[in-house]
Nanobody, 126 residues
Framework: VQLQASGGGQVQAGDSLRLSCEGS????????VAWFRQVPGKEREFVAG????????TYSDAVKDRFTISRDGAKNSVNLQMNSLKAEDTAAYYC????????????????????WGQGTLVTVSS
């Protein structure tokens, strides 16, 4: 199983970016997927997650109403649309899937996730 995260870059505050997490070796449509982010010296932080069916989405308070997570079945990918970016959104962003299929819950804890992508860097200048 491999997850390929892409879409990061350097933007100005208020701009938008769209991250993509494409899976290979696993049908992402059967698994919950989440995005986490991490800055040097800090623990990995939950950002957003989506259940296997797409019916449940959950966000951290820091990004709620600005970020949107969604699925693209045709590309076997999960996307994170990030609007109104702030300097504090600067981090390496990682996507991950949980181990079991068809689980309704979307955990916020990194330890619950089995496979991780390599991360994509987002830098927001104020």
């Amino acid at each position: 199983v491999q997850l390929q995260a892409s879409g990061g870059g350097q933007v100005q505050a208020g701009d938008s970016l769209r991250l993509s997490c494409e899976g290979s070796g696993r049908n992402l449509m059967a698994y919950g997927v989440a995005w986490f982010r991490q800055v040097p010296g800090k623990e990995r932080e939950f950002v957003a997650g989506i259940s296997w069916s797409g019916q449940t989405t959950t966000y951290s308070d820091a990004v709620k109403d600005r970020f949107t997570i969604s699925r693209d079945g045709a590309k076997n990918s999960v996307n994170l649309q990030m609007n109104s970016l702030k300097a504090e959104d600067t981090a390496a962003y990682y996507c991950a899937t949980i181990g079991g299929q068809y689980i309704v819950d979307v955990p916020h804890t990194a330890a619950e996730y089995e496979f991780w992508g390599q991360g994509t860097l987002v830098t927001v200048s104020s």
